[in-house]
């Protein structure tokens, strides 16, 4: 086989890969309210939809689940190998031929409305409340999903699942937060997002967010971005030399940049500011599994915050990944091959 021949395969086989993606939808909602006060006439959630919804005799949808991503991301990287790959096939723990998987774009990510479509820094202030709200419309309004088997998320949208359990207590049969904790927002985790956000907003190029151009200073704050996301051992094994080192990082901020926009990222960092689901956590009436790795940067096993909480969780379980060659950090999150078998045996135990 000639190497044309090699790469016209190689491009046939990625358009039909596309092709074969599910492009998508958008769903508007009206007048949607903010926790802020502020109200926005017509708010798009984009979202992808995976699978076919299943009603009992009552009319009760009884295999939809919602998976949300993590902060300044979008639901598009669930569709790839390592993450639907291994979860949405036949056979796997979320095999669509039996689950109605629902993808959303949160508030001011992804392909939903979000202060870069022209509002910049009037957007409204919204919240993780305001998220969980927004995607519960899109069930509700949107899809028709009256019931959730499962409500899971990565990072943001892990602790998006802990506001599910305690917002709307009795709408999930389980809960599986991935690499967070149900609790305020303090210590390192909150003073690297203090730092993301003020580097960008004390930039003299960022114009009380009506800049024409990104603020330069967005390449520094996506430094922190990259720090939050990896471990030491993943980092030093993508750059076992000081010139390597130089370049992976320059590389990711680089791309970065060009792919984040500053006021997008200033208001997704600002949006978990009054999170803290810590004083209701005896509310939650769905079963918990809560799943977080040994080397993720963010949530350091060290501060002991999950066993301290999870006592209180009625039907929770949790589980902290040992550090391997395999776990990726906060990262890890988005590598079900390392955590999918306790998913598959959690949803054996949720209620028939």
């Known amino acids: 086989m000639t190497r044309t021949t090699i790469a016209l395969c190689l491009l046939a086989c990625a358009?039909?890969?596309?092709?074969?993606?599910?492009a998508g939808a958008d769903y508007v909602i009206r007048n949607f309210k903010f926790e802020s006060g502020e109200t926005l006439p017509?708010?798009?959630?984009?979202?992808?939809?995976?699978?076919?919804?299943r009603k009992d005799a009552g009319g009760v949808v009884r295999n939809a689940v919602i998976i949300m991503h993590g902060t300044t991301g979008s639901s598009a990287p669930f569709m790839g190998s390592t993450f639907g790959g291994e979860l949405f096939g036949p056979g796997q723990p979320l095999d669509t031929t039996k689950f109605y998987v629902i993808l959303p774009d949160g508030i001011g990510h992804g392909r939903s409305s979000k202060p870069s479509d022209g509002m910049h820094a009037r957007f409204p202030k919204y919240t993780y409340n305001d998220m969980v709200d927004a995607d519960h419309e899109l069930l509700t309004k949107g899809l028709g999903v009256n019931h959730l088997r499962l409500a899971m998320g990565t990072s943001m949208g892990c602790m998006h699942s802990w506001v599910w359990g305690e917002r709307y207590a009795d709408f999930a049969d389980g809960l599986v937060p991935l690499a967070c904790a149900p609790t305020q927002i303090a210590g390192r985790n909150r003073m690297m997002r203090t730092l993301i956000m003020d580097i960008i907003r004390t930039d003299p190029g960022y114009k009380n967010g009506?800049?024409?151009v990104q603020p330069p200073h967005l390449r520094d704050?996506?430094?922190?971005l990259y720090i939050m996301s990896s471990a030491p051992k993943?980092?030093?094994?993508?750059?076992?030399t000081r010139d390597?080192?130089?370049s992976v990082i320059r590389a990711y901020l680089d791309t970065n940049v060009k792919t984040h926009d500053a006021n997008d990222v200033v208001y997704a960092f600002n949006a978990s500011r009054n999170y803290d689901p810590s004083h209701d956590l005896e509310k939650i009436k769905a079963r918990v599994l809560?799943?977080?790795?040994?080397?993720d940067y963010v949530n350091p096993p060290e501060l002991g915050l999950m066993e301290r909480l999870m006592p209180r969780v009625k039907k929770g379980k949790y589980i902290l990944l040992p550090i391997t060659d395999q776990t990726r950090g906060?990262?890890?999150h988005s590598v079900p091959a390392i955590w999918k078998g306790y998913l598959a045996d959690f949803l054996k135990q949720l209620p028939q």
Do not use: C, E
């Not at 358009?15 to 599910?22: F, G, L, N, S, V």
């Open 244 to 246: 390597r080192a130089d």
């Open 15 to 22: 358009t039909i890969a596309r092709a074969q993606q599910p």
């Open 234 to 240: 993943v980092q030093h094994a993508q750059a076992p």
């Open 210 to 212: 009506d800049y024409t």
């Open 290 to 295: 809560a799943i977080n790795s040994a080397d």
């Open 221 to 224: 704050a996506m430094g922190f």
């Open 330 to 332: 906060h990262g890890t």
């Open 42 to 53: 017509q708010l798009k959630i984009h979202y992808i939809a995976l699978g076919k919804p």
